[in-house]
């Protein structure tokens, strides 16, 4: 994924939605390889591409800010977790 990445932001720009797309993934799969701090950093960075380019209700946000939640709950930081859950 992170090749993948790679290739989206070259082509299409490193604000665009399919980069955010790739993000995501790319920290749900960090997370889930325990790599919880670089996971969130790609979580950030996918909302912050998706608000920009798509608003604030965009089920993606849901997504990733599930995504995010569960991160830190893996973090042990429980309230951070609960900001992105409510």
Known sequence: LAQALEVHENTVGKDHPNV???LHNLGNCLA???R???A???HWRALGIWYASLG???PDIAATL???GNVYRGLLDPASAAKCFD
Do not use: E, F, N, R
């Open 36 to 38: 919880g701090t670089d």
């Open 56 to 58: 604030p209700a965009h």
């Open 20 to 22: 955010a797309t790739t």
């Open 66 to 68: 599930h995504s995010l």
């Open 40 to 42: 969130a950093k790609c």
């Open 32 to 34: 889930a390889a325990g």
